[in-house]
């Protein structure tokens, strides 16, 4: 076994061995197509594999930010990254070695969920503003621990969510919040099903790959094509399926909708199918209903139209990307007034992150959002486990009806990692 | 009798009982069931075994580990849901079995992942019982220790500590002791302080890390004594462990109800040179409290560093307490001699507090302070949500004169203003001199439900002189909503106008079932204006309700323009084949608008009965094409004939392919016809058909089947290789994997490609197949003639030949990246995602004299998939070079 880390301590023990070519002269230049030096948002990627990958491009060719650094445990991608970006950007694979880089201001956080804490955590404590891929957590105590790092620190976080960045979005949940439906009784998330697999022989990882820290704080066990990668997320040790694949992104604006960020459903329940053949070991198909203090339900379901769909007396709003539809018609449409709830926010869901960094206001989907928007996917993953209707606190984050459920809560890591 | 009816019951029940007791399944059964070929009958008996766990644990364990993965698979759901239910209300008597069965599997030689997958049920079902296998595990069993220390971790109750605790100074392992330490600080609790303090006296330094880690879980104050100690002494790796250590410790005592010496532990990190350490100390400040918090955050708020002066902001915002919201508030009129506070943050930070306690000194801004102070005194307000009449009035009074953002953030201060007397308040300012003024007034009033004073104060406006305060009363009224309004309402409708546009569109809102009977009855009394009238039926028309058919047939046949054309309209939207009769007794009217409107609802009623009732509806696009209609109309009528592919419509859709504006159409109707003339062998008339097709359109689908149709019958127009499109592939694939199919080349590709070859990738043996394009515009499409699958990648490859060395323009379209090689070397390259379209990239290229290899690689992220490769001289003409072929 490695030696125990933690990133506080790696960053000062390996400090002097450290030779990351710090690139200050470049910066200062201020020329071509970029913003001078002090303007400029310096960053390093941790992860730049499918979607860290298409946010590395869109921050290349950003004329306000500065990429000096990319990390991955893949040497393939890592040193794919570091030639994209080209100029004197490093290349990691470990995420510490970057995040102890002093000049660098943000980071961008793409690694398998169960990474997600862990990264965003020691990031907040090393001082840089953290963009994160959804979903926010694996569990529900990280996603509270993740607010905490953020706001203890005084950073600035971006939850990957980008549809509230859509104007579709922000037009359906603007007319939903100023009443247009009268009060929502129920919305409809359709999200689809998660995939099912066959089987794989378990095998030496791949040269490049470093698999023990693929795993990280997950359970150790040998590597296997099937897990790694993009197909991380059908297995419930590094993700929630479809679940907290789309449903992070559908249950989010649900939550948007019906004015819940920073709080959450009091009953869940439902059924879904788990695989009973292969490897992936997430639920493929699911019914979940989310019961608000109010009386207010959201369904989450594998079936049925894709998007969210909020229904009141009055009418209904169905959304989903680059589709908005209302009854009346006319309603998609509208132009709500200055008394209304208007939350339209221009400038892109990467941008407006970059822009927060500076004014150092909140985004549209900090921390707490994406905490509690993920939060209502776990519990809705964690009722589906158990196989029974669970009660929720959720000012206090526990379940009440079943003391099993709370196990659920969180997840141990595996040493030496903690949080 | 009695006795009968009474003895056959009793009959029924026993055999219903007997019915009842052949299908309950026995826990064996449910066993058994698990090795079932159909996946819902597994995973049902999975879950039906949950409440059978300690009959059934010694069998499920048998299944465990062997060679037959599925079986293994479907034990360890079941002995999870076991687990599940153990854990749970339902299973409390159950629980210490399945956990003795449990540990029996990991005490067992079964494979160790078995054992590990055991120790992981524990964790969620077992309890004290399990603690002395645990330990032992911990303590002697090196395989199996991080996962009975993951298990201590989740068990509740005070036990699974005290075993960790006790193998902390016992396992004799600096790394174990370091895993054991984090373990208790994720469980820490007061009586671990001891612990933390023995372990800072170790000699590894990576133990006293974890101790100091675990002394910032522990609500103990006087661990900060220790950590600055270490952050004096420590080496740098302790020093760094010793600084986040104390500023966890800091909220670790708030959350322990100890906010005085988290205080002064956060006070002491907020005067810290690093700025880092001090935003962590005034982020903490914001949470603690109290008056210390707050002086030291006023004078932060001058903090250059712009974390720091983030996180004041912030902290200022959390700040508990109305004294907080005072001593901003008085900066806020601050004019002593020091240096003057930053009142645009205190106004935005007076906002986002929430706190009612503001408003006056906000309202002070709006009467006293600069202009450029108002926008954001006026946000605030709104946030704030608060304020009496005078606040009301001092708004109604400052906003007129300003930009439109002020009357935006001045409308939404008023509207979220409680009380009947700010409503009153506003109200009276209805009657100011200044129309800006009573604008203003009137549209904050919609925000305002519940007030009968407004009401009688919106509609005098409806009379105002000035348009614009006309045009906010009649809004407002339209988002109150109130059942009395609706009435009043209906003579705005008339004149036309903007008013009379807000009037109709305000109406629109009443969709309670009275509303909606009182402009019904508007709509019939014959005292109403035509133009009113329409405006009532076009402010019912959004609702869809079929109850309203009498009425827009009614209106339909109206002798007023208006009337009729709101009356078909309204009817067009319910889209019911019975009121056919009311659009064709308007189709042929001398006025244009009526005609167009009913020819325009006669086709949507074709469109929405054409599957069922196909005669009728051809018959009415038949109609419709006969008539002097718009080119739209023509064009719906145009495919609605194609869609039902009528031959006998062609004597009537032939003469639109020649027409400039309907050729599109017109081909979309006639190609169904020439391929319905094809089925029934009249090959001649399809093939002039599909000809005229071809010339009239530019669509690629009706191209595409214009051009299989032909040569089917045995005419190849090679409309693709005309355009220059290379249509002769080779493909090969799927390579699944999008990042790996991007990133390896699975074959040679900087030679010419053996087509013979076969690539053997993973567990598939792929070979090079021919696939001819037939798309019009040369689209090669990978769904077909790959797979249909996502997040992988194929290649497609041709030769070319052309006649002499000559510079040339490629230009590709793909669904989604594309790379390719031009005689083996690289000639472009696009990675992303995008739909395919026509030319999407142009590159220069040169051609050899000979021939030319052209390799691609396509990569698909999900859905379609597809390429096009076009050659031109280097002005865009087309070059037709010859291409190889099987």
Redesign the interface.
């Known amino acids: 076994?490695t030696?125990?880390i933690?990133r506080?301590?790696?960053?000062?023990?390996t400090?002097a061995a450290l030779a990351a070519p710090y690139v200050v002269p470049a910066r200062a230049l201020g020329q071509g197509d970029k913003d001078p030096a002090n303007e400029r948002i310096t960053m390093g990627f941790i992860g730049v594999?499918?979607m860290g990958?298409g946010h590395l491009?869109g921050m290349v060719g950003n004329r306000g930010v500065e990429v000096l650094a990319v990390c991955d445990v893949d040497e393939?991608?890592r040193n794919?990254a570091k030639a994209r970006v080209g100029g004197q950007c490093a290349a990691y694979n470990d995420y510490r070695e970057l995040l102890d880089r002093d000049d660098i201001d943000s980071v961008v956080i793409s690694t398998p969920d169960h990474w997600h804490a862990l990264t965003t955590i020691n990031a907040c404590?090393a001082?840089k503003d953290v963009y994160c891929e959804k979903p926010l957590s694996l569990t529900i105590d990280e996603a509270l621990k993740m607010i905490?790092a953020v706001?203890?620190?005084?950073r600035?976080f971006q939850t990957g969510s980008q549809q509230r960045s859509g104007r579709e979005f922000q037009q359906a949940v603007s007319l939903v919040r100023s009443g247009r439906i009268g009060k929502v009784h129920t919305v409809h998330a359709g999200i689809g099903g998660g995939p099912t697999s066959g089987?794989e022989p378990d095998s030496e990882p791949p040269p490049g790959l470093d698999w023990n820290l693929w795993l990280g704080p997950a359970?150790?066990?040998p590597y296997n094509k099937l897990r790694c990668?993009?197909n991380f997320r059908w297995f419930l040790d590094y993700s929630g399926g479809i679940l907290t694949d789309w449903g992070h992104h559908h249950n989010d604006i649900a939550q948007w909708g019906l004015n819940r960020d920073g709080s959450g459903p009091v009953k869940i329940g439902g059924w879904g199918?788990?695989?009973?053949?292969?490897l992936y070991d997430t639920v493929n198909s699911f019914e979940i209903t989310c019961t608000y203090p109010d009386g207010t339900t959201l369904v989450t379901a594998s079936t049925g139209d894709h998007g969210i769909k909020f229904e009141g007396p009055?009418g209904w709003v169905h959304v989903d990307r680059g589709f908005l539809e209302t009854?009346?018609?006319?309603l998609k449409d509208e132009v709500l007034?200055?008394?209304?709830v208007r939350l339209y926010h221009d400038g892109g869901h990467q941008q407006d992150w970059l822009n927060c960094i500076?004014t150092?206001?909140r985004p549209i989907c900090d921390i707490e959002i994406g905490a509690s928007s993920v939060i209502v996917c776990h519990l809705e993953n964690i009722a589906i486990?158990?196989?029974?209707k669970l009660e929720w606190d959720p000012v206090n984050h526990r379940f009440v009806?079943?003391?099993?459920?709370?196990?659920?809560l969180?997840?141990?890591y595996?040493?030496?990692w903690?949080? | 009798m009695v006795t009968r009816t009474v003895c056959r019951i009793i009959t029924a029940l026993v055999l219903l009982g007997t019915a009842w007791a052949a299908n309950a399944q026995t826990p064996q059964d449910l066993l058994q069931q698990l090795r079932d070929d159909n996946a819902d009958r597994r995973l049902e008996a999975a879950q039906a075994l949950a409440p059978h766990g300690p009959e059934v644990m010694g069998a499920l364990a048998e299944m465990l580990g062997g060679e037959d993965r599925r079986l293994d698979l479907c034990a360890r759901l079941a002995i999870q849901r076991i687990a599940y239910h153990a854990a749970g209300p339902d299973g409390a008597e159950q629980r210490e079995a399945v956990a003795k069965a449990l540990g029996e599997i990991a005490t067992s030689n079964k494979p160790l992942q078995t054992r590990v997958f055991a120790v992981q049920q524990l964790a969620l079902c077992g309890g004290d019982e399990s603690l002395p296998l645990l330990w032992d595990m911990l303590m002697f069993q090196p395989e199996m220790h991080e996962a009975a220390r993951s298990a201590l971790i989740r068990m509740p109750g005070r036990g699974p500590v005290e075993t960790l605790e006790r193998a902390v100074f016992e396992v004799g392992d600096p790394e174990k002791e370091v895993g054991l330490l984090n373990a208790l600080a994720a469980r820490a609790s007061m009586d671990m302080y001891a612990i933390g303090v023995k372990g800072l006296e170790d000699n590894d330094e990576r133990v006293r890390i974890a101790a100091l880690n675990l002394l910032a879980h522990v609500p103990e104050a006087a661990g900060a004594e220790l950590m600055r100690s270490a952050l004096q002494k420590g080496s740098p790796a302790e020093k760094a462990a010793a600084r986040a250590a104390l500023i966890d410790l800091g909220h670790t005592l708030l959350a322990n109800d100890q906010p005085s010496a988290a205080q002064s532990l956060f006070l002491e990190l907020s005067h810290s040179a690093d700025a880092g350490k001090r935003a962590a100390g005034i982020a903490g400040l914001g949470r603690t409290g109290g008056p210390g918090a707050l002086a030291r955050l006023m004078p932060a708020t001058f903090e250059t560093d712009p974390v720091v002066h983030g996180a004041v902001v912030e902290a200022l915002i959390a700040l508990p307490g109305q004294k907080v919201t005072e001593a901003l508030a008085q900066a806020l009129s601050y004019t002593g001699p020091d240096q003057p506070p930053p009142v645009g943050l205190f106004i935005r930070v007076l906002g986002e507090r929430r706190d009612p306690a503001a408003v006056p000194a906000l309202v002070g801004v709006l009467e006293g302070g600069s202009a450029d102070l108002h926008l954001e005194a006026l946000r605030a307000l709104g946030k704030i949500g608060a304020g009496d009449a005078d606040t009301a009035r001092v708004i109604l009074a400052t906003a007129p004169g300003g930009s439109d953002d002020l009357l935006d953030a001045a409308e939404g201060a008023l509207a979220r203003m409680p009380s009947e007397e700010v409503t009153q308040a506003i109200a009276a300012s209805a009657g100011d001199a200044d129309p800006k003024v009573r604008a203003l007034a009137l549209r904050s009033l919609g925000y305002r439900p519940g007030a009968a004073l407004l009401i009688d104060v919106l509609l005098r406006a409806r009379g105002d002189a000035d348009e614009g305060v006309r045009l906010a009363a009649v809004r407002s009224l339209g988002r109150l909503r109130d059942a009395d309004t609706v009435l009043a309402l209906v003579p705005l409708l008339d004149p036309p106008g903007p008013v009379a546009d807000a009037a109709q569109q305000a109406l629109s809102r009443f969709t309670d079932p009275s509303a909606t009977a009182d402009l019904v009855a508007a709509a019939k009394d014959p005292d109403s204006s035509p133009t009113a009238r329409a405006g009532i039926l076009r402010a019912l028309t959004p609702r869809e309700d079929k109850t309203l058919i009498d009425l827009f047939s009614t209106a339909a046949a109206d002798s007023d323009t208006a009337v009729a054309v709101a009356g078909l309209e309204g009817l067009s939207r319910l889209q019911d084949a019975a009121t056919a009769p009311a659009f064709v007794a308007r189709i042929h009217d001398e006025n244009p608008d009526v005609r167009r409107a009913a020819v325009r609802g006669y086709l949507a009623i074709a469109e929405a009965t054409e599957k069922e009732q196909g005669a009728s509806a051809l018959a009415i696009y038949q109609e419709a094409l006969a008539m002097d209609i718009d080119a739209a109309e023509k064009q719906t009528a145009l495919r609605g004939i194609g869609r039902l592919a009528d031959v006998d419509s062609l004597p009537i859709v032939e003469p639109y392919l020649a027409d400039a504006r309907l050729k599109g159409a017109a081909a979309e109707a006639a190609l169904p016809i020439a391929l319905k003339l094809r089925a029934a062998g009249d090959n001649d008339r399809a093939i002039a058909l599909c000809r005229k097709v071809v010339e009239a359109t530019r669509d690629r689908r009706v191209l595409r089947d214009a051009a299989r149709c032909l040569r089917e019958m045995g005419i190849d127009l090679r409309l693709a290789a005309e355009r220059g499109c290379i249509t002769n592939w080779w493909v090969l694939g799927p390579f699944p994997n999008r990042e790996r199919a991007t990133k390896n080349d699975f074959v040679p590709v900087g030679e010419r490609i053996d087509l013979t070859k076969t690539v053997r990738d993973g567990d598939q043996t792929l070979a090079w197949k021919y696939a001819p394009v037939d798309d019009p515009m040369g689209l090669l499409d990978f769904e077909r003639t790959v797979a249909r699958m996502d997040n992988c990648g194929a290649y497609a490859y041709a030769e070319v030949e052309s006649d002499r060395d000559q510079d040339v323009l490629l230009k590709f379209g793909s669904d989604d990246s594309v790379f390719c090689w031009l005689n083996g070397e690289r000639a472009h390259a696009w990675d992303g995602n995008r739909g395919w379209g026509e030319d999407q990239d142009t590159v220069k290229a040169h051609l050899k004299a000979g021939t030319n290899t052209v390799l691609c690689k396509v990569i698909n992220g999900g859905a379609q998939w597809s390429l096009s490769v076009r050659i031109t001289d280097p002005d865009g003409k087309p070059l037709v070079l010859k291409q190889r072929t099987p």
């Open positions: 076994m030696r125990p933690t506080r301590s790696f960053l000062h023990t400090a594999g499918g990958g491009g393939e991608r794919s404590e001082g905490d706001r203890r620190y005084g600035v089987w359970p150790w066990v990668f993009y199918k788990f695989p009973t053949d292969g009055d009854f009346p018609a006319e007034g200055p008394g209304d500076k150092r206001e486990r158990l196989g029974r009806n079943h003391e099993g459920a709370n196990r659920w969180s997840r141990p595996r040493a030496p903690h949080l």
